[in-house]
């Protein structure tokens, strides 16, 4: 998030990671078994890589357009205008989380369609990281190819949940069929572990909310909203499904009608 200070990220993800209550986490009260889980997550974090187009995604998702977004309309839309107060509280594990990670996921592709991101890595981020600019195609085109496995994972966290699989069954699921490196593999079930069936909000999320909007994108009633936002947006190239994001996700329905929560 990017209200949160580097030590409280580095926090989660070590109390995530470990399993590892939050609070107990903080104020140092820890048994034997916790600081030993901790130490393990200490290592496995230092150890994996992070690799370049995670910064975009990152800013992307986190940040704008992703869930600052997908909040700043749900507070101006739901709260404000229809004052329906319970949208001011996000239920982590709800059905909203399907719209909300699969918007912030589809924003990547609002801020930085693919040719124009390719474009700003190669000119960009991959020389700030000291890497070979020109082979910038072939990493996407990889990426792509690699993307393709993704539903794998949601299948080894179905039966895995399920209880059809053990963990190193799971990891040899993801190593296997969705071409995680074994150590990623293992920290993936880690995920399972804590977040469950939350898995499928990120890839299932992102598919529903293009299809809704690449539907949506011709019709009639949004081209004249859809070129505004385009030249409010600097007048880029971008497709309508990307320029149609936000005007179909989140704007208000006039045939919506509820009572007023007092």
């Known amino acids: 998030s990017l209200e949160m200070s580097r ?10 990671e470990a399993n590892v209550d939050g609070t107990r986490l903080r104020i140092g009260l820890l048994s034997e078994s916790e600081e030993g889980r901790l130490l393990d997550a200490i290592g496995m974090l230092s150890d994996l890589p992070i690799y370049i187009d995670r910064a975009v995604d990152l800013a992307c998702h986190e940040g ?8 700043v309309l749900l507070e101006q839309h739901l709260v404000r205008e229809r004052g329906w107060p319970e949208f001011s509280v996000y239920a982590l594990f709800s059905p909203q989380s399907l719209i ?9 592709e609002v801020a930085f369609p693919s040719e124009e991101r390719l474009a700003f890595e190669r000119e960009v981020l991959f020389p700030a990281a000291g890497l070979d600019a020109s082979r910038a195609t072939e990493y996407y085109q990889v990426q792509a190819l690699v993307g393709q496995l993704d539903y794998a994972g949601n299948e080894a966290a179905r039966r895995y949940l399920n209880g059809d699989i053990d963990r190193a069954a799971a990891a040899d699921w993801l190593t296997r069929y969705a071409m ?3 150590a990623r593999a293992e920290q993936r079930t880690r995920f399972f572990d804590q977040y469950r069936s939350y898995v499928i ?8 909310v293009a299809a809704f909007v690449e539907a949506q994108a011709d019709n009639s009633e949004l081209k004249n909203e ?11 190239a971008k497709s309508n499904r990307s320029a149609a994001l936000v005007l179909l996700t989140f704007r208000p329905r006039s045939n919506t009608s509820r009572r007023k929560v007092s």
């Open 201 to 208: 909000n990120y890839n299932l999320g992102k598919d529903l």
């Open 64 to 71: 704008y357009p992703g869930h600052h977004v997908y909040n």
């Open 226 to 236: 859809i070129e505004l936002l385009r030249q409010w947006n600097g007048g880029t």
């Open 100 to 108: 909300a990670e699969g918007t912030a996921n589809y924003g990547i």
């Open 180 to 182: 995680m490196a074994p």
């Open 7 to 16: 030590e409280n990220i580095g926090m989660r993800l070590l109390s995530s």
